[in-house]
């Protein structure tokens, strides 16, 4: 009987071999799932200031960042017209904040408010006067939310500006579904009246770190994290009237501004760090129209935002838009 030549059999056991080794390998991995972007939540209480107006939509523009902008409705009153607004427990015409300082002030308020919503902003309520109502009743704080529906439905008519634009009153019905207390004193009574007047969240919290919000009593809660900052660390909360506090005692200290605007920075990036190489939380940060310590606050926003609102992984995003594209993506409507 011939032997089988010695190529044919060195072929059959390499093929042999080959075949095994493939029935043996790993199967490939699936795919990694995909991370979900990076949130992040830059808010503005009181939004009095109309050049602040301009340059927070101008950054927005750049960065393509969508913003939720705390408005106080006494900024909707001139000195003719302050006595439309009674806070609970007040005389008319008193506020912790005044008032705009002119009838042209508020028509060019009004015209900033309608610029920014056309342009995906979110429009909230910071109340009306600044007050602290950690003791106010449930019916003070409804009186409040009324005051505050009242006065930015009917500005233009309230103050004689005109024309009114179209469809001014349905914004200003169904825009408004988010809420941040003054001196983000937010209480029992305060929770009780949210649902009750309308509004969805509220953004009046504070939390150790960047934390998801929760739902209770149908109000989504956020709160603005403690961040570490400085050389020791520290935590402060992250809004940059506690920076300013923090850095300089509530003082201006205009010739520090650039280390203070650094400091700001440099806390905002590693909070944001941290969560972007981590587990995701969004990160809210707050702030004012006014410029403290020469404007270190804003400078540190605007190079922030400029570096991470940019990033294709990255959302810069409103707290309405949060709420909206967690209940579904379903346009949140006001009641």
Not at 245 to 262: I, L, N, Q, T, Y
């Amino acid at each position: 009987m011939p032997m089988p030549c010695l190529s044919r059999v060195v072929a059959f056991s390499l093929a042999s071999l080959a075949t095994a080794g493939a029935a043996l390998a790993d199967p490939p991995a699936p795919p990694a799932p995909t991370r979900p972007k990076q949130v992040v939540i830059i808010s503005f209480d009181s939004a009095r200031d109309i050049p602040q107006w301009k340059r927070s939509r101008a950054l927005a523009q750049r960065t393509g960042a969508h913003f939720t902008y705390f408005l106080s409705c006494v900024f909707l009153l001139s000195p003719e017209t302050r006595g439309q607004y009674t806070a609970p427990g007040k005389a008319a015409g008193k506020s912790n904040i005044g008032f705009a300082a002119s009838r042209q002030e508020v028509a060019d308020r009004l015209e900033q408010i309608g610029l920014a919503a056309s342009e995906g902003h979110d429009i909230a309520s910071h109340a009306c006067g600044h007050f602290d109502g950690k003791g106010w009743s449930k019916a003070d704080w409804l009186k409040e939310f009324g005051s505050f529906e009242h006065i930015l439905e009917n500005a233009y008519a309230i103050n004689g500006i005109a024309p009114e634009p179209e469809g001014w009153r349905d914004f200003a019905r169904h825009a408004v579904v988010g809420f941040r207390a003054p001196y983000l004193s937010a209480s029992k009574a305060l929770y009780e009246a949210l649902p009750a007047a309308g509004y969805q969240f509220d953004a009046s919290g504070v939390s150790k770190g960047p934390a998801l919000p929760q739902t209770v009593g149908g109000i989504t809660r956020f709160s603005l994290p403690q961040i570490p900052e400085g050389p020791k660390s520290r935590p402060v909360i992250a809004m940059d009237y506690n920076l300013y506090v923090r850095h300089s005692g509530g003082f201006e200290r205009p010739s520090k501004a650039g280390e203070f605007a650094d400091r700001t920075y440099q806390a905002f990036r590693a909070a944001f760090d941290a969560q972007y190489q981590g587990k995701r939380v969004p990160l809210e940060l707050g702030f004012h129209f006014t410029l403290m310590n020469d404007g270190a606050y804003w400078n540190a926003l605007e190079r922030f935002a400029g570096e991470v609102c940019v990033k294709a992984d990255v959302e810069c995003i409103s707290f309405r838009d949060y709420v909206s594209r967690r209940d579904g993506g379903q346009k949140v409507v006001g009641g």
